[in-house]
């Protein structure tokens, strides 16, 4: 979906079409969820702090979340995409992989058509990508947005890799692009000159991932059900925390709603591990992690005071504490907090 959040608002409210808006946190020390391309000129972007998209866009009209509503309106999306089929994978709320293999026509024809009922029915844009695999998939969907489709037919792939940069690969963030580039990579098709046996002594496993990842190579299917890796709670503060000893009459607190969740949905699953995590005044953050087969207060007031201890004095702008969950079959599953 085209600006999920801030799309419904503007149909919510047709007053704001035109206009910069964001959704997130309304206070300064909020953070952005989502903005809207007239916020995007600006440089507005998600998870930027608000007082931030303040100075870069003055006239940012910012407005709380509705989490309610963004869901029913997801459900009602999701609806529509199951009449076309049954194998939908969610990555969020606006945002999901469609396997289109069982239909007959081809698939720009099936998106142009879901794509059509969303709009008809619910008013908001949907932009989408079809390809032979979910990472060139992935890749398309963002290729025609806003509120258009693109896609990568299965005898384009070699001549859409070769040119393609190395940053639109799943799994290649800032970090791994420094590397790339560093050996002379910054497209598919530098990286596809270099062999298997070079790319894994560089890289390790992830080496082998890389050279198929380039060529357009992804065997990742699409799964109906995704089994929950994590819960966590967390709190930005209206003003900074100098003392961990502040934070913890609201660790309790946090405890306590991940316990509500886990009796009430997870009661079958077994916790890994417990995670604490601070955000601090100058927006670095750390993450203190220990294994532990339930919710216990005094490993996570160590963990606390071990991330703590990592700022050398810097005051907290934002607490957050979490499980991590083993899955369905008892064995770990690593997620970032």
Same mark, same amino acid.
């Given at each position: 979906m085209d600006c999920?959040?801030?799309?419904?608002?503007?149909?919510?409210?047709?007053?704001?079409?035109?206009?910069?808006?964001?959704?997130?946190?309304?206070?300064?020390?909020?953070?952005?969820?989502?903005?809207?391309?007239?916020?995007?000129k600006f440089g507005c972007h998600s998870a930027m702090p608000g007082f931030k998209a303040l100075q870069l866009c003055p006239e940012l009209i910012m407005l709380p979340v509705r989490f309610d509503l963004y869901r029913s309106e997801s459900a009602r999306i999701r609806a529509i995409m199951g009449r076309f089929t049954d194998k939908i994978e969610p990555l969020s709320l606006d945002e999901a992989y469609l396997d289109l293999s069982h239909w007959s026509s081809e698939g720009s024809a099936i998106a142009r058509e879901i794509r059509a009922q969303i709009y008809e029915e619910t008013g908001l844009a949907a932009s989408a990508g079809i390809a032979p695999n979910k990472m060139l998939a992935k890749i398309?969907?963002?290729?025609? *947005?806003?509120?258009?489709q693109f896609e990568v037919s299965p005898q384009e792939v070699d001549g859409f890799m070769r040119g393609l940069p190395v940053s639109k690969l799943w799994g290649v963030g800032k970090r791994m692009q420094e590397k790339l580039g560093n050996i002379g990579v910054k497209?598919?098709?530098?990286?596809?000159?270099?062999?298997?046996?070079?790319?894994?002594?560089?890289f390790g496993k992830w080496g082998l991932?890389?050279?198929?990842?380039?060529?357009?190579?992804?065997?990742?299917?699409?799964?109906?059900?995704?089994?929950?890796?994590?819960?966590?709670?967390?709190?930005?503060?209206?003003?900074?925390?100098?003392?961990?000893?502040?934070?913890?009459? #609201?660790?309790?607190?946090?405890?306590?709603?991940?316990?509500?969740?886990?009796?009430?949905?997870?009661?079958?699953? *077994?916790i890994r591990s417990l995670v604490i995590? #601070? *955000?601090?005044?100058?927006?670095?953050?750390?993450?203190?992690?220990?294994?532990?087969?339930?919710?216990?207060?005094?490993?996570?007031?160590?963990?606390?005071?071990?991330?703590?201890?990592?700022?050398?004095?810097?005051?907290?702008?934002?607490?957050?504490?979490g499980v991590k969950l083993q899955d369905?079959?008892?064995?770990?599953?690593?997620?970032m907090f």
């Amino acid at each position: 979906m085209d600006c999920f959040y801030a799309a419904i608002e503007e149909r919510e409210n047709p007053s704001l079409m035109g206009k910069p808006v964001a959704v997130g946190g309304t206070s300064r020390r909020g953070v952005i969820c989502a903005a809207n391309y007239e916020a995007r000129k600006f440089g507005c972007h998600s998870a930027m702090p608000g007082f931030k998209a303040l100075q870069l866009c003055p006239e940012l009209i910012m407005l709380p979340v509705r989490f309610d509503l963004y869901r029913s309106e997801s459900a009602r999306i999701r609806a529509i995409m199951g009449r076309f089929t049954d194998k939908i994978e969610p990555l969020s709320l606006d945002e999901a992989y469609l396997d289109l293999s069982h239909w007959s026509s081809e698939g720009s024809a099936i998106a142009r058509e879901i794509r059509a009922q969303i709009y008809e029915e619910t008013g908001l844009a949907a932009s989408a990508g079809i390809a032979p695999n979910k990472m060139l998939a992935k890749i398309a969907s963002d290729w025609q *947005k806003p509120n258009g489709q693109f896609e990568v037919s299965p005898q384009e792939v070699d001549g859409f890799m070769r040119g393609l940069p190395v940053s639109k690969l799943w799994g290649v963030g800032k970090r791994m692009q420094e590397k790339l580039g560093n050996i002379g990579v910054k497209t598919c098709g530098e990286l596809q000159q270099w062999d298997k046996l070079e790319l894994t002594r560089r890289f390790g496993k992830w080496g082998l991932e890389l050279y198929d990842l380039s060529r357009g190579q992804d065997s990742r299917v699409v799964k109906s059900h995704r089994s929950r890796k994590s819960i966590s709670k967390e709190r930005t503060f209206h003003e900074n925390v100098t003392s961990s000893s502040e934070l913890l009459p #609201l660790l309790g607190s946090l405890q306590d709603e991940i316990e509500k969740i886990l009796l009430g949905k997870y009661r079958n699953r *077994k916790i890994r591990s417990l995670v604490i995590k #601070l *955000k601090f005044a100058d927006f670095t953050r750390t993450t203190a992690e220990r294994a532990s087969v339930s919710q216990e207060r005094a490993i996570y007031e160590e963990l606390l005071h071990e991330a703590w201890a990592r700022g050398e004095g810097k005051a907290v702008r934002l607490f957050g504490l979490g499980v991590k969950l083993q899955d369905e079959n008892g064995s770990a599953q690593m997620e970032m907090f």
